[in-house]
């Protein structure tokens, strides 16, 4: 990520493969699974970025608020409670694990000690919803120099079959041949 503009994630886990890549200008998604991508316009910020993927394309971004420019006006305006769980390893490296709480959420984050602190680990429990699904972002390649510009040119594969932006069904983690049905309690009650 270089800010203001330019951003290439990378999401794997389940049957997701999917990278983004962002220039400033316009937004491309490669679905590796699938073979299939889309562009779309988008000028603007990183922050700019996130809100038009989840608002008109219904793409939220996994950890979000990681990417936004003012990180902690995005976690903690909604916290009600919070507690240091002391140390912890994530890839190697040690730790302060860290958990909040709101409403809707709980949410951990697990960041580097020493001098250069960044995050390593972002866990999000839906506290809302039956079974409280949770998901887990694990930081790798944390550098703080700047990105060469090439890295955010978006070059789809050459056997990739191009899509419209609203054409995107299986970046999800289940493919479109599953689906999801309401389950029956255990004997049937």
């Known amino acids: ?19 983004v890549v962002f220039d400033g200008k316009t937004v491309s998604m490669l679905g590796k699974n699938a073979n ?3 562009q779309a316009a988008a000028p603007g910020t990183i922050d700019q970025l996130v809100d038009v993927l989840r608002d008109k394309y ?8 990681l990417l936004m420019s003012n990180i902690y006006d995005q976690l903690m305006p909604e916290v009600t409670d919070a507690k240091d769980l002391g140390s912890g390893v994530i ?12 409403k809707d959420v709980d949410w951990q984050i697990w960041v580097a000690q020493g001098d250069r ?17 949770a998901y887990s972002l694990d930081l790798r390649s944390f550098k ?7 890295t955010f040119a978006f070059q789809a ?5 191009k899509l419209n932006p609203g054409e995107l ?3 999800d983690e289940l493919p479109a041949i599953f689906s999801l049905t309401k389950t029956q309690p255990i004997g049937g009650q």
């Open 1 to 19: 990520m270089n800010r203001p503009d330019k951003i290439r994630a990378t999401r794997m886990g389940g049957f997701a493969n999917i990278e």
């Open 58 to 65: 219904h793409r939220p971004i996994p950890g979000a608020d």
């Open 91 to 102: 890839g190697g490296v040690e730790c302060d694990h860290l958990a909040f709480r709101t």
């Open 36 to 38: 299939v991508y889309a």
């Open 117 to 133: 602190p960044y995050p390593c680990r972002y866990e999000i429990t839906s506290t809302q919803v039956s079974r409280a699904p």
């Open 144 to 150: 703080t120099d700047a990105v060469a510009p090439a």
């Open 157 to 161: 594969p050459t056997s990739a079959r």
């Open 169 to 171: 069904k299986d970046f």
